[in-house]
C-alpha cells in the first residue's frame, strides 16, 4: 500500500474553512494556539476526503506555528485521522472485550468477505473499508462499530447487509452536522 506521502492531495484551505480554523485559533490564547490542534485537524480532514497528507500536515502546522513533527504526532496517534485515503463508508469495529465476546470477529469477517476486501483495504470503487479500532465506550450495546459520527449497535449479519445497501443508496448520513 502506497504511503501518504507517494499519494498526491491537492490541498484546499478555503476562505470558510480559515475562517473556522481562525475562529479554534481564536478560543485559546497566542501562546497555547496548539490547543486548537484536535478540532482544527477534524475540519480540515472533513474539507479534504477524510484524509490528510504530508503536505496538508505541514500546512496545519505553519497556519498554527508549531512545528510539522507535532502535527504528525497527533494524527499518527488517533485512529479517527487518516493519513491515506479510505473508503468513504468506514466501518469502525470495536474489538475491544465486550465486543469481542458478543462475537464482533465473526462480524468484521463476514463483512469483510461481503465486500471482497481484507480488514484496512478499501474495495475497488473506494466506497468501502473495514477496520478494527480500541473501545468505542458502548459497552451496553455490543457487538458495535462507528460509522461516520454515529454509532451501530447490537449488531448481526442482517443488521450488516442492511446497513450496507443502505450505504449504496445513498441513505447513510455520516455526519451529524451534514447538510
Not at 8 to 31: C, F, K, S, V, W
Not at 133 to 147: D, F, I, K, T, W
Amino acid at each position: 500500500m502506497k504511503q501518504s506521502h507517494d499519494i498526491q492531495q491537492t490541498i484546499n484551505i478555503t476562505p470558510a474553512l480559515m475562517d473556522r480554523i481562525n475562529e479554534l485559533l481564536g478560543h485559546y490564547p497566542a501562546d497555547k494556539r496548539k490547543s486548537a490542534l484536535l478540532p482544527i485537524l477534524h475540519d480540515v480532514q472533513d474539507a479534504h476526503d477524510n484524509w490528510l497528507s504530508v503536505e496538508l500536515m505541514d500546512k496545519v502546522a505553519e497556519i498554527i506555528g508549531i512545528k510539522p513533527i507535532e502535527v504528525y504526532e497527533v494524527v499518527s496517534f488517533y485512529t479517527m485521522f487518516n493519513q491515506r485515503p479510505i473508503g468513504k463508508y468506514m466501518f469502525e469495529f470495536c474489538q475491544t472485550s465486550c465486543c469481542a465476546t458478543r462475537g464482533v470477529e465473526d462480524l468484521m469477517d463476514y463483512t469483510c468477505s461481503k465486500l471482497g476486501v481484507g480488514v484496512g483495504q478499501p474495495t475497488p470503487d473506494g466506497m468501502f473499508e473495514v477496520r478494527g479500532v480500541e473501545c468505542l465506550g458502548a459497552c451496553g450495546y455490543a457487538p458495535m462499530m462507528q460509522l461516520g459520527d454515529t454509532y451501530r449497535e447490537h449488531l448481526t449479519k442482517e443488521k450488516i447487509d442492511q446497513i450496507i445497501e443502505d450505504c449504496k443508496a445513498g441513505k447513510v448520513n455520516l455526519y451529524y452536522n451534514a447538510e
